[in-house]
Nanobody, 116 residues
Framework: QVELVESGGGLVQSGGSLRLSCAAS????????AAWYRQAPGKQRELVAG??????TNYADSVEGRFTIFRGNVNTLYLQMNSLKPEDTAVYYC???????????WGKGTLVTVSS
């Protein structure tokens, strides 16, 4: 069973940037789809960005043009977040699966807080 560990969350001012990392316990991201999801207090978990094994990506409308998902190597996934807004505040989760919408393995999450 693969393990995923997120890092890079923290407190940032509106307009700032953060880069989240997701480290997998074995080589994975070259053969499986992956995604970043987030869950804000009182809301459902939602897809932020996904990447398929072939490299194609998709983004939520709310982050299009501000966030970028990319693979560093076969063990690491990143989410570059620019022009952050207070509404981006949430716990961000890394996940892998057959597609970005069919995730079967999750990390424990990292908290991102954007102050106004």
């Amino acid at each position: 069973q693969v393990e995923l560990v997120e890092s890079g969350g923290g407190l940032v001012q509106s307009g700032g940037s953060l880069r989240l990392s997701c480290a997998a316990s074995r080589s994975l991201f070259s053969i499986a789809a992956a995604a970043w999801y987030r869950q804000a207090p009182g809301k459902q978990r939602e897809l932020v960005a996904g990447i398929r094994s072939g490299g194609s990506t998709n983004y939520a409308d709310s982050v299009e043009g501000r966030f970028t998902i990319f693979r560093g190597n076969v063990n690491t996934l990143y989410l570059q977040m620019n022009s952050l807004k207070p509404e981006d505040t949430a716990v961000y989760y890394c996940g892998t699966g057959a597609t970005p919408y069919n995730i079967n393995t999750w990390g424990k999450g990292t908290l991102v807080t954007v102050s106004s």
